[in-house]
Antibody, heavy 117, light 113 residues
Framework: QVQLVASGGDLVKPGGSLRLTCVASGFTFSGYYMSWIRQAPGKGLEWISYISDTSTNIYYADSVKGRFTVSRDNGKNSLYLQMNSLRAEDTAVYYC??????????WGQGTLVTVSS | DVVMTQSPLSLPVTLGQPASISCTSSQSLVHSNGNTYLTWFQQRPGQSPRRLIYRVSNRDSGVPDRFSGSGSGTDFTLKISRVEAEDVGVYYCMQGTHWPQFTFGGGTKVEIK
Protein backbone atom coordinates (compact mmCIF):
# COMPACT_ATOMS: atom_id res chain seq x y z
CA GLN A 1 0.00 0.00 0.00
CA VAL A 2 1.04 3.64 -0.35
CA GLN A 3 3.53 4.77 2.28
CA LEU A 4 5.05 8.21 2.68
CA VAL A 5 7.59 8.54 5.48
CA ALA A 6 8.72 12.06 6.29
CA SER A 7 11.79 12.81 8.37
CA GLY A 8 14.25 15.56 9.18
CA GLY A 9 12.13 17.67 11.50
CA ASP A 10 14.02 19.22 14.41
CA LEU A 11 14.41 22.21 16.72
CA VAL A 12 16.22 25.00 14.87
CA LYS A 13 17.02 28.63 15.69
CA PRO A 14 15.45 31.52 13.77
CA GLY A 15 17.43 32.15 10.60
CA GLY A 16 18.59 28.55 10.48
CA SER A 17 18.12 25.86 7.84
CA LEU A 18 16.69 22.37 7.72
CA ARG A 19 16.14 19.73 5.05
CA LEU A 20 13.12 17.46 5.13
CA THR A 21 12.96 14.14 3.33
CA CYS A 22 9.95 12.06 2.33
CA VAL A 23 10.51 8.49 1.18
CA ALA A 24 7.74 6.92 -0.86
CA SER A 25 6.83 3.27 -1.38
CA GLY A 26 3.91 1.19 -2.60
CA PHE A 27 3.33 3.16 -5.80
CA THR A 28 5.18 4.45 -8.85
CA PHE A 29 6.70 7.58 -7.33
CA SER A 30 8.10 8.84 -10.64
CA GLY A 31 4.60 9.06 -12.06
CA TYR A 32 3.17 11.26 -9.33
CA TYR A 33 3.13 14.96 -8.67
CA MET A 34 3.91 15.68 -5.00
CA SER A 35 3.18 18.38 -2.48
CA TRP A 36 4.28 19.61 0.93
CA ILE A 37 1.58 20.82 3.31
CA ARG A 38 2.09 22.10 6.84
CA GLN A 39 0.03 22.47 9.97
CA ALA A 40 1.02 24.86 12.76
CA PRO A 41 0.26 23.59 16.29
CA GLY A 42 -3.50 23.63 16.86
CA LYS A 43 -4.12 25.27 13.49
CA GLY A 44 -5.41 24.32 10.06
CA LEU A 45 -3.72 23.03 6.91
CA GLU A 46 -1.58 25.19 4.64
CA TRP A 47 -0.35 24.08 1.22
CA ILE A 48 3.22 25.28 0.69
CA SER A 49 4.72 23.59 -2.36
CA TYR A 50 4.14 21.38 -5.37
CA ILE A 51 6.50 19.60 -7.78
CA SER A 52 5.58 17.79 -10.97
CA ASP A 53 6.66 14.23 -11.76
CA THR A 54 9.73 15.28 -13.74
CA SER A 55 10.46 18.40 -11.64
CA THR A 56 9.60 20.55 -14.66
CA ASN A 57 6.93 22.52 -12.79
CA ILE A 58 7.44 23.77 -9.25
CA TYR A 59 5.24 26.17 -7.29
CA TYR A 60 5.31 27.69 -3.82
CA ALA A 61 2.95 29.51 -1.52
CA ASP A 62 3.85 33.17 -1.06
CA SER A 63 4.61 32.50 2.60
CA VAL A 64 7.67 30.37 1.72
CA LYS A 65 8.67 31.61 -1.74
CA GLY A 66 12.35 32.49 -1.92
CA ARG A 67 13.16 30.63 1.32
CA PHE A 68 12.07 27.04 0.65
CA THR A 69 13.12 24.78 -2.23
CA VAL A 70 11.37 21.55 -3.19
CA SER A 71 13.15 18.83 -5.15
CA ARG A 72 12.88 15.12 -5.83
CA ASP A 73 15.00 12.13 -6.77
CA ASN A 74 12.86 9.61 -8.63
CA GLY A 75 15.68 7.07 -8.54
CA LYS A 76 15.52 7.12 -4.74
CA ASN A 77 11.72 7.51 -4.49
CA SER A 78 12.38 10.62 -2.42
CA LEU A 79 10.97 14.11 -2.07
CA TYR A 80 12.86 16.92 -0.34
CA LEU A 81 12.16 20.31 1.16
CA GLN A 82 15.12 22.59 1.81
CA MET A 83 14.07 25.27 4.28
CA ASN A 84 16.27 28.34 4.76
CA SER A 85 15.89 31.57 6.74
CA LEU A 86 13.47 29.85 9.08
CA ARG A 87 11.10 31.94 11.19
CA ALA A 88 9.03 31.22 14.27
CA GLU A 89 5.91 31.13 12.11
CA ASP A 90 7.37 28.19 10.16
CA THR A 91 6.88 26.02 13.26
CA ALA A 92 4.56 23.23 12.14
CA VAL A 93 4.13 19.59 11.29
CA TYR A 94 5.16 19.15 7.67
CA TYR A 95 3.36 16.55 5.57
CA CYS A 96 4.31 15.20 2.18
CA UNK A 97 1.44 14.07 -0.01
CA UNK A 98 0.64 12.75 -3.45
CA UNK A 99 -1.23 14.90 -5.94
CA UNK A 100 -3.59 13.59 -8.58
CA UNK A 101 -6.29 15.20 -10.70
CA UNK A 102 -6.12 18.51 -8.84
CA UNK A 103 -6.55 16.86 -5.47
CA UNK A 104 -4.35 15.54 -2.70
CA UNK A 105 -4.90 11.88 -2.04
CA UNK A 106 -2.29 10.15 0.16
CA TRP A 107 -0.60 11.83 3.13
CA GLY A 108 2.51 10.93 5.05
CA GLN A 109 2.71 10.88 8.83
CA GLY A 110 4.31 14.30 9.16
CA THR A 111 7.52 15.59 10.73
CA LEU A 112 7.67 18.39 13.32
CA VAL A 113 9.75 21.49 12.71
CA THR A 114 10.17 23.85 15.65
CA VAL A 115 11.80 27.23 15.12
CA SER A 116 12.77 28.79 18.43
CA SER A 117 15.74 30.38 20.12
CA ASP B 1 -6.52 34.25 -4.30
CA VAL B 2 -9.38 31.88 -3.57
CA VAL B 3 -10.63 31.90 0.02
CA MET B 4 -12.39 28.83 1.42
CA THR B 5 -14.76 29.44 4.35
CA GLN B 6 -16.17 26.61 6.45
CA SER B 7 -19.02 26.65 8.95
CA PRO B 8 -19.61 25.92 11.67
CA LEU B 9 -16.28 26.07 13.45
CA SER B 10 -17.42 23.46 15.94
CA LEU B 11 -20.19 20.89 15.57
CA PRO B 12 -21.37 18.95 18.65
CA VAL B 13 -23.46 15.99 17.49
CA THR B 14 -25.37 13.22 19.26
CA LEU B 15 -24.32 9.71 18.26
CA GLY B 16 -26.57 8.38 15.51
CA GLN B 17 -27.72 11.84 14.47
CA PRO B 18 -26.85 13.56 11.17
CA ALA B 19 -24.22 16.26 10.76
CA SER B 20 -23.67 18.80 8.02
CA ILE B 21 -20.64 20.98 7.25
CA SER B 22 -20.69 23.88 4.84
CA CYS B 23 -17.82 25.11 2.65
CA THR B 24 -18.01 28.27 0.56
CA SER B 25 -15.43 29.51 -1.93
CA SER B 26 -14.81 33.12 -2.87
CA GLN B 27 -14.72 32.16 -6.56
CA SER B 28 -16.47 29.51 -8.61
CA LEU B 29 -14.71 26.15 -8.46
CA VAL B 30 -15.90 25.07 -11.88
CA HIS B 31 -12.79 24.45 -13.96
CA SER B 32 -12.60 25.31 -17.65
CA ASN B 33 -12.72 21.57 -18.33
CA GLY B 34 -16.11 21.34 -16.64
CA ASN B 35 -14.92 19.55 -13.51
CA THR B 36 -15.20 20.96 -10.00
CA TYR B 37 -12.17 20.17 -7.85
CA LEU B 38 -13.53 20.30 -4.33
CA THR B 39 -12.12 17.77 -1.86
CA TRP B 40 -13.03 16.87 1.73
CA PHE B 41 -10.57 15.52 4.30
CA GLN B 42 -10.98 14.06 7.76
CA GLN B 43 -8.28 14.47 10.40
CA ARG B 44 -8.80 12.34 13.49
CA PRO B 45 -7.03 13.41 16.70
CA GLY B 46 -3.28 12.78 16.46
CA GLN B 47 -3.46 11.51 12.88
CA SER B 48 -2.61 12.74 9.40
CA PRO B 49 -5.47 13.94 7.22
CA ARG B 50 -7.28 11.34 5.13
CA ARG B 51 -9.19 12.08 1.95
CA LEU B 52 -12.90 11.25 2.09
CA ILE B 53 -14.42 12.87 -0.99
CA TYR B 54 -12.99 14.24 -4.24
CA ARG B 55 -14.56 16.22 -7.07
CA VAL B 56 -17.46 17.26 -4.84
CA SER B 57 -19.21 13.94 -4.41
CA ASN B 58 -16.91 10.98 -5.17
CA ARG B 59 -16.20 8.86 -2.09
CA ASP B 60 -12.74 7.36 -1.73
CA SER B 61 -12.30 3.61 -1.41
CA GLY B 62 -13.01 2.43 2.13
CA VAL B 63 -14.96 5.54 3.12
CA PRO B 64 -18.28 4.58 4.74
CA ASP B 65 -21.35 5.48 2.73
CA ARG B 66 -22.70 7.56 5.60
CA PHE B 67 -20.38 10.29 4.25
CA SER B 68 -21.64 12.22 1.24
CA GLY B 69 -20.63 15.39 -0.57
CA SER B 70 -22.72 17.74 -2.63
CA GLY B 71 -22.77 21.25 -4.04
CA SER B 72 -21.79 23.28 -7.05
CA GLY B 73 -20.19 26.56 -8.04
CA THR B 74 -19.21 28.17 -4.75
CA ASP B 75 -21.28 26.27 -2.17
CA PHE B 76 -20.54 22.78 -0.96
CA THR B 77 -21.66 20.47 1.84
CA LEU B 78 -20.31 17.40 3.57
CA LYS B 79 -22.98 15.31 5.29
CA ILE B 80 -22.66 12.47 7.76
CA SER B 81 -25.96 10.63 7.81
CA ARG B 82 -25.50 9.05 11.27
CA VAL B 83 -22.50 10.13 13.30
CA GLU B 84 -20.42 7.40 14.92
CA ALA B 85 -17.76 7.76 17.61
CA GLU B 86 -14.95 7.21 15.07
CA ASP B 87 -16.10 10.29 13.11
CA VAL B 88 -14.75 12.64 15.80
CA GLY B 89 -12.10 14.94 14.35
CA VAL B 90 -11.60 17.99 12.17
CA TYR B 91 -12.95 18.15 8.63
CA TYR B 92 -11.41 20.32 5.93
CA CYS B 93 -12.51 21.27 2.46
CA MET B 94 -9.93 22.14 -0.19
CA GLN B 95 -10.09 23.60 -3.67
CA GLY B 96 -7.82 22.41 -6.49
CA THR B 97 -9.51 24.18 -9.37
CA HIS B 98 -7.38 27.30 -9.23
CA TRP B 99 -4.21 25.39 -9.86
CA PRO B 100 -1.36 25.30 -8.96
CA GLN B 101 -2.40 26.61 -5.58
CA PHE B 102 -4.40 24.42 -3.24
CA THR B 103 -6.49 26.28 -0.68
CA PHE B 104 -7.93 24.74 2.47
CA GLY B 105 -10.90 25.82 4.52
CA GLY B 106 -10.28 26.61 8.17
CA GLY B 107 -11.69 23.31 9.41
CA THR B 108 -14.78 22.15 11.32
CA LYS B 109 -14.36 20.21 14.55
CA VAL B 110 -16.91 17.43 14.99
CA GLU B 111 -17.37 16.23 18.56
CA ILE B 112 -19.86 14.05 20.39
CA LYS B 113 -22.34 15.77 22.71
Amino acid sequence: QVQLVASGGDLVKPGGSLRLTCVASGFTFSGYYMSWIRQAPGKGLEWISYISDTSTNIYYADSVKGRFTVSRDNGKNSLYLQMNSLRAEDTAVYYCATVSYSSIDYWGQGTLVTVSS
Amino acid sequence: DVVMTQSPLSLPVTLGQPASISCTSSQSLVHSNGNTYLTWFQQRPGQSPRRLIYRVSNRDSGVPDRFSGSGSGTDFTLKISRVEAEDVGVYYCMQGTHWPQFTFGGGTKVEIK
